[in-house]
């Protein structure tokens, strides 16, 4: 039994839109298990400069990442797609142990299989010191930016 996750390729402006939004919600749930079930079982990642491969690396990446980045919130947005390909945009904020705040940016260029789990993902992001007073990230700690809460664009990201 294959595992299928809509929406699948080849992408519409529409079905990209969501695809984006659908993986924004996950990694705003941080359940590394969970969401390493949106990608391929030998799904290919470069990430900052860690390159690794499968969804065991995935969810150790994702558990270490989660550990040290407390009160992770993300917000991705489309930036193009064609076929079974989609590039994205995002920012997230998060503070360390320390307490200190800060915002990452980055893109990614996503490869999706017929069955619209990712296949290759490919992420370059820069981290960026705030203030708390400077945070634009405002929801509960865990869990999809909520419906009202404005995207990138509206932030002037």
């Known amino acids: 039994m294959s595992e299928t996750r809509p929406p699948l390729p080849p992408f519409t402006q ?6 984006v939004r659908a993986a924004e919600d996950g990694w705003n ?23 690794f491969q499968g969804r065991s690396a995935i969810v150790e990446f994702l558990t ?5 980045e407390h009160e992770y919130r993300l917000i ?22 320390a307490g200190d705040w800060f ?8 490869e999706f299989d017929g069955n619209g789990l990712m ?3 490919h992420a370059s992001i820069n ?11 405002h929801w509960d700690r865990s869990g ?9 664009t509206d932030l002037g990201l």
């Not at 999809?144 to 990138?152: I, K, S, T, V």
């Open 29 to 51: 749930g941080r359940n590394p298990e969970k969401v390493s079930l949106a990608y391929t079982i030998d799904s290919r990642w470069r990430n900052r400069s860690e390159i």
């Open 64 to 68: 270490r990442k989660w550990e040290r």
């Open 119 to 121: 296949r290759v993902r």
């Open 127 to 137: 981290d960026l010191a705030i203030r708390d007073s400077e945070r634009k990230f």
């Open 76 to 97: 991705k947005e489309i930036w193009a797609h064609s076929g079974d390909r989609i590039a994205v945009r995002f920012a997230y904020e998060f503070h360390d142990a």
């Open 144 to 152: 999809p930016r909520p419906a009202d809460h404005p995207g990138l």
């Open 103 to 110: 915002r990452a940016y980055g893109n990614e260029n996503w």
């Open 14 to 19: 529409d079905s990209a839109i969501q695809k």
